[in-house]
């Protein structure tokens, strides 16, 4: 079964500085992978998906991540922080077609420091 | 506009009282599912449902019932067998159920029971 791990349930950075936020997955078959975002008392927006076309994708609001296979990771990142960046971040795992779910990290919520 | 509306966005109860949290899309959408969200757990499916008139046990099941009589509605029954029940509860939805589909998130109720 595949799992998802979120290094981080608080990371801070400063504005204007590189946003981190790692991810790392478990899966017996090529995977797919999700991030979302949350914003205070609303639901989830997807930020960027990978489905094994190319291992760098770019998402909305400047987000990008590398999918790598070798580290088994899925790494957000964005090169400048902004104050509106302040939310929580969900990576999330699925099978693809062996399995209709897909399964959510703990999450991290990204400080943004003034 | 499509997308996924859930109402009330909160909504208080007395202990041992059963409540109904509503679920509905217009984005023609065949899977529907249900989160509970509590902090530092990340999402937990509760129940989804690939089909009209079919639907799944997710991996919190119990205390809580679902129906699906229509394409676009899909509520979600908090019973009073549900041992802690205050949490907020997300809707989603995907064009068919199935990992590489990402889902659309409402925007959530926030159920508090006293």
């Known amino acids: ?114 | 506009d499509g997308g996924i509306t859930q109402s009330p966005k909160y909504l208080f109860r007395k202990e041992g009282q059963n409540v109904t949290l509503s679920c509905e899309q217009n984005l023609n959408h065949d899977a529907m599912y249900w989160y509970r969200q509590d902090p530092g757990q990340g999402l937990r499916l509760i129940y989804y449902s690939q089909i009209v008139n079919d639907f799944q046990k997710g991996d919190i099941a119990e205390g809580y019932s679902v129906s699906r009589e229509k394409k676009e509605s899909f509520p979600l029954t908090v019973t009073s067998a549900q041992k802690n029940p205050t949490a907020f509860y997300l809707c989603a939805s995907s064009i068919v159920a199935g990992g590489t589909y990402e889902q659309y998130f409402g925007p959530g109720t926030r159920l508090t029971v006293t």
């Open chain 1, 1 to 114: 079964a595949q799992s998802v791990t979120q290094l981080g349930s608080h990371v801070s950075v400063s504005e204007g500085a590189l946003v981190l936020l790692r991810c790392n997955y478990s899966s017996s078959v090529p995977p797919y992978l999700f991030w979302y975002v949350q914003y205070p008392n609303q639901g989830l927006q997807l930020l960027l998906k990978y489905t094994s076309a190319a291992t760098l994708v770019k998402g909305i609001n400047g987000f990008e991540a590398e999918f790598k296979k070798s580290e088994t990771s899925f790494h957000l990142t964005k090169p400048s922080a902004h104050m509106r960046d302040a939310a929580e971040y969900f990576c999330a795992v699925s099978d693809g077609e062996r399995d209709d779910k897909i399964i959510f990290g703990k999450g991290t919520r990204l400080h943004i420091l003034p």
